[in-house]
């Protein structure tokens, strides 16, 4: 498997909320996603980088937001969280963005109540 | 933004049969079409991809098929097994190249 860990794996947190959740990879890969799967909707993109400090937007970037200080880790942040966040994230990186290989972490499980 | 549209959501089959997936996206400049697989529990895993300069892809029992000019691309599993239940997501690159779109996912069931 590739070198991708997302923390927490599980997660319940109260409405209104901040929570950040974190993805290291060990690959020095230079691209970083943030997906998220509901039932229904598949995965959906949340914010990706493209390098240390360059983040761009997805389809359903309200409500997030992204920082990458460092090639290995890209930190996903609900700013006020809110029970439609309630879903599985998934972060996957790839070398050469989105015509190569993405790998995908195990998710992390995100219950807002 | 740019769409992928995948079918069908469920899907049944017996063991020893065959199952196609289908998909359509609408961003002519996408370049790239790859397939995963998702086993419950688990994040997706690459099984296969096409590249739009090639017409058909054939690994083991899976392929994919391009049709550029209609934009659709297909996934076939030829003598499916119970391992291959799982669900399956295809997806397009957009963005210029930067990310992809994936399809909603389709749930294979093999039943022995």
């Known amino acids: 498997d590739a070198g991708i860990t997302q923390s927490p794996r599980h997660k319940v947190t109260e409405t209104g909320t901040p929570v950040t959740l974190r993805c290291h990879q060990t690959?020095?890969?230079?691209?970083m996603y943030w997906y998220r799967q509901d039932p229904g909707h598949g995965l959906r993109l949340i914010h990706y980088s493209y390098g240390v400090k360059d983040t761009d937007k997805g389809e359903v970037s309200d409500g997030y937001s992204v920082s990458r200080s460092k090639t290995e880790d890209f930190l996903l942040t609900l700013e006020s969280a809110t029970s439609s966040q309630t879903s599985v994230y998934f972060c996957a990186i790839s070398e050469g963005g989105g015509d190569t290989e993405a790998f995908f972490g195990q998710g992390t499980r995100l219950t807002v109540v | 933004g740019e769409n992928v549209e995948q079918h069908p959501s469920t899907l049944s089959v017996q063991e020893g049969d065959s199952a196609v997936i289908k998909c359509t996206y609408s961003d002519s400049a996408s370049n790239y079409f790859p397939w995963y697989k998702q086993e419950l529990g688990k994040g997706p895993q690459l099984i296969i991809d096409i590249r739009s300069n090639v017409g058909e892809k054939k690994d083991q029992r899976i392929a994919v098929t391009l049709n550029k000019t209609a934009k659709h691309f297909s996934l076939h599993i030829t003598e499916t097994q119970p391992e291959d239940s799982a669900v399956y997501f295809c997806?397009?690159?957009?963005?210029?190249?930067?990310?992809?779109?994936f399809g909603k996912g389709t749930s294979l069931l093999v039943t022995p």
């Open positions: 690959e020095n890969h230079r691209y």
């Open positions: 997806a397009a690159t957009i963005n210029s190249g930067y990310a992809l779109n």
